[in-house]
């Protein structure tokens, strides 16, 4: 579940996407209700230099999610699971232009719903 969020909120194509927040939205599958509403309710971003310079080389960017083996994270209970994984993202150009590689560390924490686990909680770090 995290594996998937990770991947597809960090998955974007400038030809497409208006602005970073698309991949968000398009995350929507693996949250629970309330955190996709919330979601769903978000502001576009603020067009930043590096969004204007993605636009400028057609940008997309090619994400590595691989398992997370930093500090143990808060034990699992039948209510609660939490989840880490480790994100590479790199943006490139279709003119060839490669930007500098961007780490992150996803930390999911999920809950038990009608349809099975979602995520109810992120951060990105």
Do not use: K, N
Request: with cysteine; hydrophobic share 40%.
């Amino acid at each position: 579940m995290c594996e998937g969020f990770a991947a597809t909120a960090h998955r974007i194509d400038t030809t497409i996407d208006q602005d970073p927040a698309a991949a968000y939205q398009r995350s929507v599958a693996y949250l629970d209700a309330r955190l996709a509403a919330a979601v769903a309710r978000r502001d576009p971003v603020r067009q930043t230099v590096q969004w204007q310079a993605w636009i400028h080389y057609r940008a997309y960017t090619e994400v590595q999610v691989a398992p997370y083996a930093g500090d143990a994270l808060p034990p699992d209970t039948a209510e609660q699971r939490h989840h880490a994984v480790l994100v590479t993202v790199q943006p490139v150009g279709r003119d060839g232009w490669r930007g500098p590689l961007e780490r992150h560390t996803v930390v999911c924490t999920l809950q038990p719903s009608t349809i099975g686990w979602r995520i109810s909680g992120y951060e990105i770090g």
